[in-house]
């Protein structure tokens, strides 16, 4: 079963949290190291330097373990990322076109005339035509990009954005420069992982291989 865009949010939303609440953990170990620092310089051998090297110690396992669930919340992440689908609206169902014929059949008979589909089919053609022939040379290259699929056009976005460098991209920036929709970012990564045109880290950083 795919995993829903809104769930993907909610999931970034938790390591953002996580990232500020370990940011703040960094902060309070500094100040605790600089309190130990003052007081090993005051009074080494008392027993306010244990004190003070007892609190940095609990700081800092506090720090290792936040770092640890930013790691894991990363994993979570990119795994629910390869696993999710755009979302389908449902469109509503349409009038079928053989059905409001065969009516028109029933009620008259008469009035149907066949060759009014062959010159609304004439039409269609010569404006087809008329759209090929004015084309212009600068919109050759949109309408060959329509034709690439959505791992094609991902492909290409790493490539500007990558290069030959390493870097963590966030999907909100591939999809603008893509053009694709968000919820289909994560399994176009997946393809390309699994083509081995792209590689990622733990930490979510991408490399073209």
Sequence with gaps: MAIASQTLSQ???????????????QQE???HSQALMDQMALQPFGPEADGAYQQMKQVARLVHEM??????????????AQRSQPDIPVMPALPSASRQRRLA?????????PV????????????????????KPADAPKAQKSKLSNTDRLHAAFKKLLGKKAKAVGHAELSGLSGLPRGSIGASIKKLIEAQKLAVD???VYRLI
Excluded at 67 to 80: F, G, H, R, V, W
Excluded at 116 to 135: C, F, I, P, W, Y
């Design 105 to 113: 059949r029933k009620t008259d008979i008469a009035t149907y005339e």
């Design 67 to 80: 770092n640890s669930l930013e790691q894991q919340l990363k994993a979570i992440y990119l795994d629910a």
């Design 29 to 31: 170990l500094q100040a």
């Design 116 to 135: 009014e589909d062959a010159k609304v089919v004439e039409v269609k053609t010569a404006k087809s035509e008329g759209r090929q022939k004015n084309l």
């Design 11 to 25: 999931l970034q939303a938790a390591g953002s949290a996580v990232n500020t609440a370990a940011l703040a953990l």
């Design 202 to 204: 733990a930490d979510g």
